[in-house]
Every structure is written in C-alpha cells, then in structure tokens.
C-alpha cells in the first residue's frame, strides 16, 4: 500500500502485467478447442492472455498424437483380421 504521494505516482505509472497461462490452462484450452467445447469466454480469455507461439506448438504436438493413435487403432484393428 502507498504510504506517500511519490510511491502513489510510482504505482500508477508501472504498466499493468499481463497475465499468463499455465502449461495446464493451455493444454486444456488447446484440447476443448480440438474437440469443439471450448466456450466463448475461454476463447476470449486466450486471445488476452495466452502466448500465440505456445498454442500453437501445443495444437500441433496434439494434432499430431490424435492422428498418431488413430493410426495405431487402424493399424492394430487390420491387424486382427489378418
């Protein structure tokens, strides 16, 4: 708390910080977003305060272990019918 009129000018002038998403808040948001659930606040919310350059490593990394499973579900289920 400010005690003088200087350490109240010095409060006011410092920007304000920006918050930041946790790896856990992205991951959720990357995963309700792949699969269509993500709601308009939480869209919104990422677009102020997430970092574009980790959604989209995020999004990719779980892109490609989507496709990855599916390809071992396919690759197993020809598999059993050999």
Known sequence: MATNESDMEHEQKQPE???QHT???TLFS?????????????????QKEGNPA????IGSLAVTTL????????????????
Request: aromatic letters at 12%; zero cysteines.
């Open 54 to 57: 980790h959604f989209i490593l």
């Open 67 to 82: 496709v990855a499973l599916i390809w071992l579900f396919v690759n197993m289920l020809i598999g059993l019918y050999d």
């Open 30 to 46: 990357v995963l309700s977003a792949l699969f269509g659930v993500q709601s308009s606040a939480n869209r919104e919310r990422d």
């Open 17 to 19: 910080r920006r918050k």
């Open 23 to 25: 790896l856990g808040r």
